[in-house]
Antibody, heavy 122, light 110 residues
Framework: QVQLVQSGAEVKKPGASVKVSCKASGYTFTGYYMHWVRQAPGQGLEWMGRINPNSGGTNYAQKFQGRVTMTRDTSISTAYMELSRLRSDDTAVYYC???????????????WGQGTMVTVSS | SYVLTQPPSVSVAPGQTARITCGGNNIGSKSVHWYQQKPGQAPVLVVYDDSDRPSGIPERFSGSNSGNTATLTISRVEAGDEADYYCQVWDSSSDHPGVVFGGGTKLTVL
């Protein structure tokens, strides 16, 4: 079945970087954009950006420009999101999510990973 | 950047109809998607392109979109529908096009 499996929880110190992985299975990895969304404790969903796994092209939300890097390894159907210069307010659950091709412009997110908790604390 | 506004909370008795709104400037010209998120779980797409349902989503979930307001309607509400609901659009109007989420609405089943 189609699924996205993310890497495990991370604890980082302020100023460090974190890299979260998202392994896709059950579909053609290069055929669908992959998005990254985060959710701080008790807060709403916040879009960080997306990557085209076929070309490697990326679109980042302005808020994260310069601090986030999204990459992929097509040989193992895995997408990565690296966030640098971590602050305490980056503490959140980070999700990867696939674009749904059946939605207008592929703009919906039809399959989500289970989430990765990233805690930033000194 | 584009802003989506949702009420923080909506309450409804079991068996009644819940309506959750999502306001945005001329949102009727955009495709709106809705997600359900239960505590400790990832979001699930329940309505896409204003009013279509993914496979496996009950017909009790429906949507509409016109003018400045999109609405998610849940008919014959059940206890299991208690969750947070988020609307979402793709904003192509700015220099940084991307996904925009509403702030979320907590649905309480009384």
């Amino acid at each position: 079945q189609v699924q996205l499996v993310q890497s495990g929880a991370e604890v980082k110190k302020p100023g460090a970087s974190v890299k979260v992985s998202c392994k896709a299975s059950g579909y053609t990895f290069t055929g669908y954009y992959m998005h990254w969304v985060r959710q701080a404790p008790g807060q709403g969903l916040e879009w960080m950006g997306r990557i085209n796994p076929n070309s490697g092209g990326t679109n980042y939300a302005q808020k994260f420009q310069g601090r986030v890097t999204m990459t992929r390894d097509t040989s193992i159907s895995t997408a990565y999101m690296e966030l640098s210069r971590l602050r305490s307010d980056d503490t959140a659950v980070y999700y990867c999510a696939r674009s749904g091709l059946y939605c207008s412009g592929g703009s919906c997110l039809d399959i989500w990973g289970q989430g990765t908790m990233v805690t930033v604390s000194s | 950047s584009y802003v989506l506004t949702q009420p923080p909370s909506v309450s409804v008795a079991p068996g009644q109809t819940a309506r959750i709104t999502c306001g945005g400037n001329n949102i009727g010209s955009k495709s709106v998607h809705w997600y359900q998120q239960k505590p400790g779980q990832a979001p699930v797409l329940v309505v896409y392109d204003d009013s279509d349902r993914p496979s496996g989503i009950p017909e009790r979930f429906s949507g509409s979109n016109s003018g400045n307001t999109a609405t998610l309607t849940i008919s014959r509400v059940e206890a299991g529908d208690e969750a947070d609901y988020y609307c979402q659009v793709w904003d192509s109007s700015s220099d940084h096009p991307g996904v925009v989420f509403g702030g979320g609405t907590k649905l309480t089943v009384l």
